[in-house]
């Protein structure tokens, strides 16, 4: 008797059990989104294939996926893209991935820039320029200067931007927090900075700790260092009334909070859409 013909459906419905049985969370769309990828199709093409059969080649990097995915590697690094704000971003190893929840400082910032006919914008610690490029495409006025300490990350997100055509309003800077913009002052500063402690590392999910870059994740002992550094030097690059939107971690909000308010302004913590504490503000007196 014939063995059983891998088609789309057998490959996605063994991709599925294989996964569960490994612990994934979300084993059925991880199988489509990597067969997807591997047949060169969009997610949704592939339930009017269920009866193909695949050539060897497409299967055999269909498996090679598979067997890095069970090592732990993000899907987002197994594609090269992950959906942010409705578009699609390039990533790689050298850029932390975007995750829904970061979405909330994109939502705070552009409630306080709508009232700005062409506010000036700077994020820092860019990455995959995911938070910088969704503020340019939301808001078709607003100038951006994005920078990053990473030179990878930097070519990531420039790309990024040229990709969504926005490359004319957000410009990419290597260099470390304010000091590819010394003596410039902005509307809004953003800033989704590395947060995670020392001690945190090791409870980190294994395709998060092993993975992506820890420059983008180390936040120091306690995780707040940067914050300190950037609360120091924010109130000298705010234009008088401008903000300062930063993401947290989700124990971060009192003292995030204590140290805007001493070196900017009032701090204000916000949640994200499953009720966390995820953002924390802080406005320039006028």
């Not at 490994?22 to 084993?27: A, D, T």
């Not at 409630?111 to 700077?122: F, T």
């Not at 030097?233 to 993401?247: M, R, Y």
Request: net charge neutral; glycine share 8%.
């Amino acid at each position: 008797m014939a063995s059983e013909a891998w088609t789309v459906r057998r490959l996605l419905e063994w991709t599925e059990d294989f996964l569960r049985k490994k612990g994934f969370e979300s084993p059925r769309l991880e199988a489509q989104i990597l067969l997807a990828h591997a047949l060169g199709c969009n997610k949704i093409d592939l339930y009017v294939r269920h009866t193909e059969e695949p050539p060897e080649s497409k299967r055999t990097a269909f498996r090679e996926m598979i067997k890095k995915r069970s090592e732990g590697m993000p899907v987002a690094y197994l594609v090269g893209y992950r959906e942010f704000y409705s578009l699609a971003f390039a990533v790689s190893p050298a850029v932390l991935i975007p995750r829904p929840e970061t979405e909330t400082l994109v939502m705070q910032s552009l409630s306080v820039l709508k009232a700005i006919p062409s506010p000036r914008v700077l994020d820092i610690g860019t990455g995959s320029g995911c938070v910088a490029i969704s503020i340019a495409k939301q808001h078709k006025t607003a100038l951006v200067t994005a920078v990053d300490a990473s030179a990878d990350a930097v070519q990531v997100a420039t790309a990024n931007a040229v990709k969504h055509g926005v490359a004319d309003r957000v410009t990419i800077l290597p260099g470390d927090l304010f000091d590819p913009v010394a003596g410039q002052t902005f509307d809004l500063i953003v800033s989704n900075p590395p947060y995670i402690g020392h001690e945190e590392f090791a409870g980190l999910d294994k395709g998060v700790r092993d993975f992506e870059p820890r420059q983008a994740l180390d936040g120091g002992v306690d995780g707040l260092d940067f914050y300190r550094r950037i609360a120091m030097s924010a109130a000298a690059h705010l234009a008088p009334g401008g903000a300062i939107f930063v993401e947290i971690g989700q124990t971060q909000g009192p003292a995030v909070e204590a140290l805007l308010t001493t070196h900017v302004g009032p701090g204000k913590t916000y949640v994200d859409m499953s009720g966390r504490p995820r953002v924390v503000s802080a406005k320039r007196p006028l």
